[in-house]
Structure formats: C-alpha cells, structure tokens
C-alpha cells in the first residue's frame, strides 16, 4: 500500500478541502487483535465529553464492522437479529454530512450534507462526538403489531449498542448510547419513511482529555 494512500485512510472524513459528500468506500475492517474480552468488559463505561479528535477511516470502519458488519460469507452479521430479518440500519451522522452503512459494500452511503449531529440527542455532548451512531429500524420488515415490532426492534439495536461499547473499550474510545432523542426532527432531517423508526443513537469519540493528562 502507498504511503500516500496510507495517509488518505488516516484523514478523517469531511476534512478533505473542498470535499463533496458522496460514496466512501471504507477501508477493509481490520479484524483481528484488540484486548480479550473479560477485560473490555470490566473497561466498559459510558463517556459524556468528547475532545476534538476525530475518528480516522480506518477506525471508523473498524468500528461499523464490529457493530453491524458481516461477519459470515452467508451475510450474517456481528449482531443477532430476530429470523436474521436485519431490521436495523446503521446511520453515521458526522460533521460533514450523515451516511448510511452499507455492510455488503464496506461503504458510507451519502444521506444529507448537513451537520445534524445535535439533532441525535437532547444533551449538548451529541454536537461535539466525532461520529453519533443512528439505529434506525425498518418497522416494514418485521411481523406482528406494532408492539411486537418494536419490542424486537429495541433488543436488536441494544444487541448492536453493546458491540459498540466493548469495540470502544478494546480501541480506547468513549461512547453512550442514550433513547433521547428529538425523534421528529432528527428523522425529516435523514428524509425517513413512515415505516422507519429511530431506536436509540450512540455517541463515539475520544474522551476530553483532562488538565492532568
């Protein structure tokens, strides 16, 4: 690999000068190494103030595969879904624009070239996170009432919030997932359809770094 390309994969998104949002097709999920689980587990936590740092493409991509990514050639993922119906969509809302997570292409599909990222949480915190993660359920592929559909949309989600919070502590990130959310106004601003239903959103940053560190 080129050093120069090597050097684009470390580039955040969205501080390419004169960057346009479209398609980006992330790096290959490195997936392998990481601290063992028992210890992530005691490291797991959850983390409010975000410093300035943003997530590199690499990293990013680590962490959208270890949320939601294909880990089998049949296409099942690195979550449990109910029936494998993979009712969740991950969205990327970052400060040049909001993606959409396509496992099959390893890629961030464009949505909206806003910065919306306060729109994914009440809390002041959500605008300053380098990435908030949006699950985002599919209500038209799932049975029964509406109950029952969002009964399997909510443990779906918090099986996919959980990856994110032991691949954070394993890379040394800090993440909260919270429910909320300004609902209404986050879903006009992704152009969602009726059947599309926000479940929670999920900060991912680097902590604040305090005066003694």
Do not use: H
């Not at 908030?132 to 038209?140: F, M």
């Not at 032991?166 to 040394?172: D, T, Y």
Request: glycine letters at 8%.
């Amino acid at each position: 690999m080129s050093k120069s390309l090597i050097a684009l994969l470390l580039v955040p998104l969205g501080l390419i000068p004169g960057q346009e949002l479209k398609p980006v097709a992330l790096p290959t999920p490195q997936t392998s190494g990481g601290k063992p689980l028992m210890q992530v587990l005691k490291e797991r936590k959850s983390v409010r103030d975000f410093g300035p740092e943003q997530l590199s493409r690499q990293m990013l991509s680590n962490l959208l595969w270890a949320a939601w990514g294909i880990n089998r050639e049949d296409g099942r993922r690195t979550a449990p879904s109910a029936s494998n119906r993979q009712e969740i969509d991950v969205y990327a809302i970052m400060a040049d624009g909001a993606y959409l997570y396509d496992a099959k292409a390893n890629a961030l599909k464009p949505v909206a070239r806003t910065d919306m990222r306060k729109l994914t949480g009440t809390q002041a915190y959500a605008a300053d996170a380098s990435v908030n993660l949006v699950y985002v359920a599919d209500t038209a592929k799932l049975g029964g009432d509406d109950a029952a559909r969002m009964a399997t949309a909510n443990a779906d989600a918090g099986f996919i919030a959980q990856n994110v919070y032991l691949f954070c502590a394993s890379e040394g990130l800090g993440t909260v997932v919270r429910g909320s959310v300004n609902r209404a106004a986050l879903g006009a601003a992704m152009n969602l359809r009726a059947e599309q239903r926000i479940i929670l959103a999920q900060s991912v940053g680097y902590a604040k770094k305090s005066a003694g560190d």
